[in-house]
């Protein structure tokens, strides 16, 4: 489940149109929210919220060996007007599970953002500030995000720390997406670490008028799109190199839902394919085979995901009085609205070929909102369970 | 004067390097692994080879038969080398990626997929030359200490010598990581080595360590109160326990074993240990305690150390009746004196009780506790006074049979609950045999007083703990001087203990005091020869203990 400074952060890429989907590093977001979720340890407890639209604030608790806790604030010059009341939050949007990629949109033109007065530019680059206190252990996190223009984004992370070298470390990222392809490229100061990323989307282009309709009756409608990515650090002399693929059906597709990833890495020798389906409306299921063809190492994982919806309780309608003075029957239902369903409960369960299981148990009792896990060593006959943890958000 | 090294012996045995293998793989994986490091380092090949290093003796200092102490030069040359097994991760992004923070870090896709390889590291042409400062005692072992850095040079090869980069990178931190293996490891496993060879107190104490380590697990469950529950147990409101509601208590309810004690007992106790670590000189007298300074080996035979409130009980039980066994009963009179019939007829299972209860003390505190309310009194009064003297000749078997005890609990003090009072439960057993002869066996009970003095051997050698009755013992001796009362039996090992045999009752006297007599002379002789074994040993320990040599106190390897 996200937190909820993460959903906030979330809902301010959506109201500052940023697709944070299109990136080379979300290319297998898919499995990695179906098989390597993290379970929580101990208990946490979360009690956040948006006290005004530009203002966040979250408190945790937790104990895990000995009470610790964080405080974090959050700042934005973007009013968000997202739902924060935990009794309120759609599961949907805090619960990620299988990524539907989306159609790509025609980024906005510069000029849409400029704002004049009197002949000068009034407008203000959207901004976000946030920042973490961790407080036994003194780690301090923060984040700068600013939307430079509608189609660039720069990111500086940083971490303060004493048990770290050199007291900290900062990672400045600056992102550029057009839709048909985005490109980041970022500086670690740990280590002088240079890294380049880029996503390139085949299909047609967003940029340009769409004449014809997409042809959904093709066997498969979806979008293929390919990355590769290039670290060098340069105080260590060492780098890193991968190469990616993805196919995702997009939301216009008429069979099941599918995504498909390959990623290599040419250096070390290591492939890795993941293959996810949403099986029905409230089923996902994904499956991760990698290879090293340099070690003969493998392994295989297997994930699934499982919304558990609240049975509906079916109306019976009674014939009304009126109707039964008048000696008729009620006059047939118009065509009744859907009502969206309610979640009662989302259940990810996750093995690998070491018998190691993860379970997680999502959902929302009266206005809170839970997680519950637990990480399964089947190995280990003496002691299986590893960690059971629950955690508990409550916003305002 | 000469000096004759042998090199060939330690290079001989075989067992010899397998253990210094394994002190190297416990040694090279003790402190934690860089991240490159994905698996233990395995010692795969060690040998010291067959050329031995050449030594100069710079400086005698001290020379006795048992002791050592010199400074050498060392030079080494010779063909000793060494194989080292582990996996790495080839990876350096993964490495780099292992203890950044997540919230910086870049979040590679699938740059920083790991690829592990095995790799084995050979260490040969070892070059060593060293100032040694050698320092050996017999008691202390073997300690060296280099003077200064004794590394020379080496040869590593490895799996990568093809790639210059990280075979350079290899030899250097590996010359590193032996440096301080040298400087500060080896002392360490020599003196240990040393140890093991020279000393076999160390040794025994190491095993023993084990033995601890195991029976420590085991007498967490075994130390069961409820064995011996004091003679005037109240609960936690001062209203007085019966024995039935005592064994109504499990272990497992906390609380209402604390209030089975009395508080004042545990104070003083408190005091008492207190009292060790302090240095104190007032240490608390406690009532009716056997305290195990001035108690003798054979004395302390019946307990180990935490269990001295069945000492007490056993005295007490001795002056208020020697009818009863469980001093709840005792201490409520009106119990003590069930009627006779009823509990006849419970017998059967009492008697059973009974070999229990006698086996207590022998197999220690591992029987659960069983009702024992048992009195096989017949009703006639009169014949108390020579129950009373049955009861007494009852020890007197147990009192014979001191001398053996003690040569037993001298070996092993841990066992010496197990030993002694198995000669109770070889007689119990015979019990359900006299039983329903009614009066008869009382007549034979006057007699036993005589006979019982040369039996107890007999009945010591039989060490099986017995727990059911064996009417097929071919010595009816034995059954008519096993007849008495279960609870004298119960008193036995309490007379043992028992600083005040005044209180028996007259005719027995003679013959209590006659025991008692024998029973003292032999602990006398026997504390003896314990005493100057135990001051030996314990004193060459404290010594071992107070005085570690300087080596020994290795520094952490970073």
């Known amino acids: 489940m996200l937190e909820f400074m993460d959903y906030v952060q979330h809902a301010f890429y959506n109201a500052s149109h940023w697709n944070i989907e299109n990136s080379y590093s979300q290319l297998t977001a898919t499995a990695r929210e179906l098989l390597e979720f993290e379970t929580p340890r101990g208990l946490r407890l979360n009690l956040s919220s948006l006290s ?59 000029w849409t953002w400029e704002e004049w007065q009197g002949g000068k530019r009034i407008d203000k680059r959207d901004t976000l500030f946030y920042g973490r206190l961790y407080l036994p252990a003194s780690h301090l996190e923060a984040l700068y995000l600013r939307r430079i223009s509608p189609t660039q984004q720069l990111r500086m992370s940083a971490v303060s720390n004493s048990q770290l070298r050199n007291g900290g470390t900062i990672l400045a990222l600056h992102q550029y997406d057009v839709g048909k392809y985005s490109a980041e490229t970022l500086y670690s100061t740990d280590g002088g670490l240079i890294g380049v990323r880029g996503l390139y989307n085949f299909g047609p282009d967003p940029r340009k008028e769409i004449r014809e309709p997409p042809r959904t009756e093709d066997r ?82 297997l994930g699934c995901e499982l919304w558990r919806m609240k049975a509906k309780v079916q109306r019976v309608r009674e014939r009304s009085m009126a109707a039964k003075l008048e000696w008729r029957l009620d006059e047939p239902e118009k065509v009744p609205i859907p009502e969206p369903e309610e979640v009662a409960g989302v259940l990810k369960a996750r093995v690998d070929q070491n018998w190691k299981i993860r379970l997680l148990w999502e959902g929302r009792v009266k206005e809170l909102l839970f997680t519950l896990g637990s990480s399964i060593d089947m190995k280990r006959s003496d002691q299986p369970i590893r960690a059971i943890g629950l955690e508990i958000q409550y916003s305002s | 004067m000469a000096f004759n090294f042998n090199w060939s012996p330690l290079t001989a045995d075989a067992d010899f390097y397998k253990m210094a293998q394994d002190m190297l793989t416990t040694a090279l994986n003790k402190s934690p692994k860089p991240p490159i490091i994905v698996d233990d380092i395995l010692v795969n090949e060690l040998n010291l080879g067959s050329v031995p290093p050449e030594l100069e003796i710079l400086e005698i200092g001290d020379l006795a038969e048992d002791r050592f102490r010199g400074i050498f030069k060392m030079c080494y040359s010779g063909d000793a080398f060494l194989t080292l097994k582990t996996r790495v991760q080839a990876n350096p992004l993964n490495t780099y990626l292992f203890s950044k923070p997540s919230f910086t870090s870049p979040q590679p896709l699938a740059a920083s997929s790991g690829l592990t390889i095995p790799l084995q590291i050979t260490l040969s042409e070892i070059k060593l030359s060293a100032f040694i400062i050698l320092v050996f005692s017999r008691q202390k072992g073997l300690t060296l200490v280099f003077r200064n850095d004794p590394l020379e040079s080496l040869k590593v090869s490895s799996t990568f010598d093809s ?9 250097k931190e590996i010359e590193m990581q032996l440096r301080t293996l040298m400087m500060d490891e080896l002392p360490a496993i020599i003196h240990r080595l040393s140890l093991r060879l020279w000393c076999p107190e160390f040794r025994a104490k190491e095993e023993e360590e084990i033995i601890q380590a195991e029976k420590l697990e085991k007498e967490e469950v075994a130390v069961d109160p409820f064995a011996s529950p004091p003679q005037d147990a109240v609960d936690a409101r001062g209203n007085v326990l019966d024995a039935t509601e005592i064994s109504s208590l499990s272990l497992d309810s906390g609380s209402e074993i604390h209030s089975l004690f009395s508080q004042k007992n545990l104070l003083r106790l408190a005091a008492l240990t207190d009292s060790h670590r302090t240095l104190s000189l007032f240490t608390p007298s406690i009532r009716d305690a056997v305290f195990r300074a001035w108690a003798s080996p054979s004395e302390s035979a019946g307990t180990s150390t935490p269990v001295t409130p069945s000492l007490m009980r056993s005295t007490s039980s001795l002056a208020t009746s020697s009818t009863t066994y469980t001093f709840n009963k005792g201490s409520d009179d009106g119990h003590g004196n069930i009627p006779s019939r009823p509990s006849l007829v419970s017998l059967p299972s009492a008697t059973t009780g009974l070999s229990l209860g006698a086996g207590r003390h022998s197999r220690s505190h591992l029987r659960k506790k069983k009702n024992r309310i048992v009195n096989l009194r017949k009703a006639k009064t009169t014949d108390d006074v020579s129950e009373s003297g049955d009861g007494e000749s009852e020890t007197s078997g147990v009192a014979c049979s001191e001398p053996i005890m003690p040569t037993r609990i001298i070996e092993e003090p841990e066992d010496n609950i197990i030993t002694p009072p198995r000669s109770p439960s070889g007689r119990v057993r015979f019990r359900t045999s006299s039983i329903d002869l009614g009066d008869s066996p009382r007549k034979l009970r006057l007699s036993t007083p005589s006979r019982a003095l040369p039996l107890p051997e007999q009945v010591i050698v039989d060490d099986e703990p017995a727990t059911t009755p064996r009417p097929r013992r071919p010595s009816l001796k034995k059954s008519t001087f096993t007849t008495p009362q279960p609870e004298k039996e119960k008193a036995i090992p309490s007379l043992q203990l028992s600083p005040a045999p005044e209180l028996i009752p007259g005719g027995i006297i003679e013959q209590a005091w006659v025991l008692k007599m024998a029973g003292e002379l032999a602990r006398s002789r026997d504390a003896k020869a314990r005493g100057g074994e135990g001051f030996w040993s314990s004193s060459s320990e404290g010594e071992n203990e107070v005085e570690a040599p300087p080596a020994y106190q290795a520094k952490a390897q970073v």
Do not use: W
């Open chain 1, 220 to 301: 498969f409608y979806g979008r293929f799109s390919a990355g590769a990515e290039m670290y060098y650090g340069s105080l260590n002399k060492s780098g890193g190199v991968s190469f990616g693929g993805r196919f995702a059906t997009l939301p216009a597709h008429k069979g099941v839902p599918l995504t498909a990833t390959l990623t290599l890495n040419p250096l070390m020798g290591n492939l890795s394919t993941t293959y996810a389906v949403k099986a029905g409306k409230n089923l996902a299921l994904c499956s991760k085979f990698d290879f090293n063809v340099y070690s003969y190492e493998s392994d295989l994982m």
């Open chain 2, 163 to 171: 790639i210059p980069f990280v075979r350079d990178y290899l030899q």
């Open chain 1, 52 to 110: 005004s639209p530009n203002f966040a604030t979250s408190y945790a608790i937790g104990s895990v060996g000995l009470v610790d806790g964080a405080l974090s604030y959050l700042y934005t010059s973007l009013p968000l007007h997202a739902t924060s009341q935990s009794g309120d939050i759609d599961l949907h949007d805090v619960i990620r599970g299988y990524r539907q990629i989306q159609e790509l949109r025609r980024q906005e033109e510069s």
